[in-house]
């Protein structure tokens, strides 16, 4: 693909006090927690402006001068396409409103919303000089790292949840990674990579601990708004984890508005959906805090959501609370039959943390919080197909050998 090799990166700078420090080294957490990375936004705005986009590729690179890479030869691709916005009358009728639309993001490689981060993260590895990688998951991370690792030639090492969803476990393995299973939760395995860092001379690329996975996220909400002519959504629901994605998109649309690229300046309301089995971050807002406390037993059909302990929680609490939005959670035991109706009335592989987005948005129908005539787009960040755990359907069987009562088939 021909891109510019224009970069327009300035600084990093922490996320809890502000203080700056330099690009092009490697860079982890400062005080404990995430960086952003920054942008001479004023230079770029000279250099280009959105008509430039139409003639790119249709894909997460077009973006180039909104991303950090400095050569072009450093970028790790697995060709992430632009993934479709797609309305969904049916849906939004079974739940009462009419302008409800899904960004399915299971369309880029590996089937997830991860493939976006974990290119950015890779190609900023090979960039800064990184050979050996590792990270926990709770699901899609594994395999996503594990595939850009192997495009880039680099050395990759996993570490799950033994009850992690068992496609996430074969798919990490399968791309050349060197696969763990843990007794215990996400956060269980951080520990571990952590504390193997100085014996096994591997780079952490753990959600936040490295600034580079959230500019690749970020790329969802560039793509959001110039699929809608510039004009952005009333709510966005987003089911959140490590949040990385939701944070990611409200520092895009904070770029997109400094640029002036935005025909309105209002920014959309952001809902953080979680599972009622591990709702941190919505406990958090409804107790009014910053910072989430870990749940006492953390449990969810929804393997990406059972995060207790995300470092960035606070980034994601002020971005929900600047934007008007709410963390909110769905109850656990309806999370299956959600992902099931937006399945069959739409046929988009919803996957079980979309689910939750789905549980919410009921609620806050039916509460007011979000008016049916508003515009909404709800994420699908994985694929149905890698949640066999949670595809929980009963298939009748037919006996071939004698004559089918074909009444009885309906």
Known sequence: MTITKTNFVTHLESAIDGTHLPSGTIQTLHEGRPLWVRYDLDALAQSM?????????????????????????????????MTPLMRCPRLGAKLGMKNLLIKDESRLPTGSFKARGMAMAISMAKELGITRVAAPTAGNAGGAMAAYAARAGMEC????????????RYEAALYGAKTYLIDGLINDCGRLVGEGKEAMGWFDLSTLKEPYRIEGKKTMGLELAEQMEWKLPDAILYPTGGGTGLIGMWKAFAELTALGWLE???????????????APISNAFEAGERFATAPDDPHTIASGLRVPVAVGDFMILDAVRASG??????????????????????????????AACLGVLDHALKSGEIDPDETVVLFNTGAAQKYVEA?????PTLDHTKAIDWASIH
């Open 391 to 395: 595809m929980e359907v009963e298939l």
């Open 325 to 354: 939005g709410k963390a909110l959670a769905a109850q656990e035991d309806t999370l299956i039959g959600w992902m099931n109706e937006a399945c069959a009335l739409e046929g988009i592989a919803l996957c079980p943390e979309s």
């Open 49 to 81: 402006s959105r008509d430039d986009l139409q003639s790119r590729p249709q894909s997460m690179w077009r973006y180039r001068e909104l991303l950090p890479v400095v050569d072009d030869a450093n970028i790790v691709s697995l060709d992430e396409t």
């Open 157 to 168: 090492y996993v570490f799950m949840p033994s009850d992690t969803p068992i496609v996430n």
């Open 264 to 278: 309105d300046p209002i920014k959309p309301r952001m809902y953080s959906c979680q599972s009622s089995g591990c």
